[in-house]
């Protein structure tokens, strides 16, 4: 299965407000296993960027004033996305800018390029109901390194987020690998049979005649016997 871990860096909180996308992160992982396959892009949004934002990203405007704009990056973003299961933690709040974006330039929905969207911040608050389930937490909870992780940075949380996940549902992984197991010493036991221990019975003369009446009987009748 083809898997792509999502984030997204904005200007603020709320994209019905006038707010953008600087930065979208996906990592691809193909059965479980990383592919070192990424897309990763900064983006100019055209507007100011809420001081509480910044301290949260550490991305400044000026920074961004040569990064290419949403609408030259939005089609190559697609592609790689394209077919593929999206996962993301707090989806909501990705979606929700990546449609308005996308919107802007009167493309489709994002839910329509991707087969599915995974939400993990709703998973680990079911998995761990009244528990902080944000990032940092769960990478604490599953003893995943996080160090690095000074300020929020797509591409980090998105590799993180992989790593998460993976743990999130390494029950999962192991159920499948049981059962692959059991198919296997099934399939192994009906090659191992030993049939020297079976014993070969041979009809003896009275059981082949009345067995020959029975085939002249059918035949008679005009029956098939086979």
Known sequence: MRQ??????TTGLYPDQGHRIIEIAAVEIFNRRPTQRHFHVYINPEREIDAGAQ????ISLEFLQDKPLFSQVA???????????????NAPFDVG?????????????????????VDTLKMAKEARPGQ???????????????SKRTLHGALLDAEL??????????GQESLLMELSG?????????????????????????ELATHHQYIDSLAKSGAKPW
Request: aromatic share 8%.
């Open 4 to 9: 792509i871990f999502l984030d997204t860096e």
């Open 55 to 58: 301290e949260v990203h550490g």
């Open 75 to 89: 089609q190559e973003f697609i592609d790689f996305v394209q077919g593929a299961e999206l996962i993301i933690h």
């Open 97 to 117: 800018f990546l449609n308005m974006e996308l919107s802007r330039l009167g493309m489709e929905r994002l839910e329509q390029s991707v087969s599915n969207i």
């Open 132 to 146: 902080r389930n944000n990032l940092d937490a769960l990478c604490r909870h599953f003893g995943i390194d996080n």
């Open 161 to 170: 987020l992989a790593e998460v996940y993976i743990a999130m549902t390494r």
């Open 182 to 206: 059991a198919e296997s010493q099934v399939s192994q036991a009906a090659l191992n049979v030993d049939y020297s221990a079976l014993k070969l019975l041979v009809a003896d003369h009275e």
